[in-house]
């Protein structure tokens, strides 16, 4: 088994389209609120916190009184973003997730590739018109999304690649994040780049902590990866060699964090420590049994870890009770998916 490649997907779009010109129906046996629940089941929301958590961190790096619709357009689309992100590695993954998460919307085809395909294009489309309204310079951000998520399938055949790109990802999230806080002017371009040259620390950080994330993701997922033909680090170390990896990283991380000085405020700093221990237990089941069943143990810590830290982050813009609602919301919608499917 390998995945499937770009070339398959223009292919069955343009398949699809052919159909509509010859008479054939937009959504081919599915009515229009099925299809829409399915999209929406396929962009797994639950994992949308972590691009809004990181261009809210970097929105929370820039001390600037004004910006916040704008701020909120950028958390907008930064999860709305990593959702059609999802939606592309799943139509790319179908084949993997048979293995790995079977009862996927496109994995078990209830949700027709074609007309997924078309939605993923629009959704895009929208989404880099929405860049504008940002900032002026925010649509240079948009070729580097496009280009992260188009390459992220490749990246997970080169070992480490992929988390790095995964990472990268969630960090043009977080500087979308510092430009909507930004005001317009006429030096657009130059204060742009000032910012994020100053926001670079957190950046990294942001990077490092959805690298962390994404080799939790793949300890789980060795069975399908290796059917697929990837080569991620826990398929070349093993499940226990790659915790070791999580293990270790975490006080780097957690030192990114004390020398950024980002959030030494009570709250940011009882969500960063919650992060800490979450992510300290979410190593162990897979050290102490180093199997799949156990990685997954694992990654159902690893996920709020992942989430905290980058709330954490945020903790000065959204204050004590906007980081316990945002903090709340996001791990009790990510464990009513857990409670619904054993993989989400």
């Known amino acids: 088994m390998t995945g499937r490649g770009y070339k398959e997907l223009v292919a069955e779009g343009r398949q699809w389209l052919l159909g509509i010109r010859q008479g054939g129906p937009w959504l081919p046996g599915i009515p229009w609120p099925r299809f829409v629940g399915l999209i929406i089941e396929a962009m797994r929301p639950h994992y949308f916190a972590f691009g809004v958590g990181a261009a809210l961190a970097g929105a929370a790096a820039v001390r600037e009184p004004s910006g916040s619709a704008r701020v909120a357009l950028a958390a907008f689309v930064a999860g709305t973003g990593w959702g059609v992100g999802q939606l592309i590695n799943d139509l790319l993954d179908r084949d993997t997730d048979a293995v790995n998460a079977p009862g ?109 994330f994404v080799l939790a993701n793949y300890e789980k997922d060795r069975l399908g990866d290796r059917a697929a033909g990837y080569k991620t680090l826990p398929l070349l170390m093993g499940v226990r060699a790659s915790a070791f990896v999580r293990a270790v990283s975490l006080p780097a991380l957690a030192c990114g964090i004390l020398r950024l000085e980002a959030s030494p405020e009570m709250p940011g700093a009882v969500a960063l420590t919650g992060a800490a221990v979450l992510g300290g237990l979410s190593v162990l089941p897979s050290l102490l049994k180093g199997t799949d069943e156990a990685a997954l143990r694992g990654y159902r810590l690893a996920v709020p870890a992942s989430l905290l830290a980058m709330l954490g982050l945020a903790a000065p813009l959204l204050g004590g009770l906007g980081l316990a609602i945002a903090a709340l919301a996001s791990v009790a919608l990510m464990e009513a998916t857990f409670l619904r499917t054993h993989n989400p």
């Open 104 to 212: 996927r919307p496109l994995a078990d085809g209830r949700l027709p590739a074609g007309p997924a395909i078309g939605t993923a294009l629009v959704l895009g489309l929208v989404l880099l018109v929405a860049l504008l309204a940002i900032h002026p310079v925010a649509w240079m951000l948009g070729p580097a999304a496009v280009v992260l998520l188009v390459g992220y399938n490749k990246a997970k055949g080169i070992p480490l690649v992929g988390n790095l790109i995964f990472g990268a990802i969630n960090t043009v999230a977080a500087a979308l994040g510092v430009l909507a806080r930004l005001p317009s002017s006429e030096e657009a371009l130059s204060s742009a780049l000032t910012a994020l040259a100053g926001a670079l620390p957190l950046l990294g950080l942001i990077l490092g902590i959805n690298a962390w």
